[in-house]
């Protein structure tokens, strides 16, 4: 019994450490795409922003999908924060 929770605790742990890598290798590939198309802008600006809008077609496969579960993610917390009140 004591191994399964233990075998249970580690699944736990891999399954955070993969969303946690998954996500930093999305914000990896969005750094580089960041610099390459909108370097000129200063991070989390409206402008930045608008810059990796304009060039969303031209972004690694990475970076796109970072930003669809981003997107996905803000939609969730934004229906549940309304759900609430």
Same mark, same amino acid.
């Given at each position: 019994?004591?191994?399964?929770?233990?075998?249970?605790?580690?699944?736990?742990?891999?399954?955070?450490?993969?969303?946690?890598?998954?996500?930093?290798?999305?914000?990896?590939?969005?750094?580089? +795409?960041?610099?390459?198309?909108?370097?000129? @802008?200063?991070?989390?600006?409206? $402008? !930045?922003?608008?810059?990796?809008? /304009?060039?969303? +077609?031209?972004?690694?496969?990475?970076?796109? @999908?970072?930003?669809?579960?981003? $997107? !996905?993610?803000?939609?969730?917390? /934004?229906?549940?924060?309304?759900?609430?009140?």
């Amino acid at each position: 019994m004591k191994s399964n929770r233990i075998f249970a605790a580690l699944g736990a742990i891999a399954l955070v450490l993969t969303f946690s890598s998954a996500a930093d290798a999305g914000r990896l590939a969005c750094r580089g +795409d960041f610099k390459k198309y909108c370097s000129a @802008e200063e991070p989390g600006t409206g $402008k !930045a922003v608008a810059c990796m809008r /304009e060039h969303f +077609d031209e972004l690694s496969d990475g970076c796109k @999908e970072y930003i669809k579960e981003m $997107k !996905a993610e803000k939609a969730a917390n /934004e229906a549940e924060s309304h759900a609430q009140q």
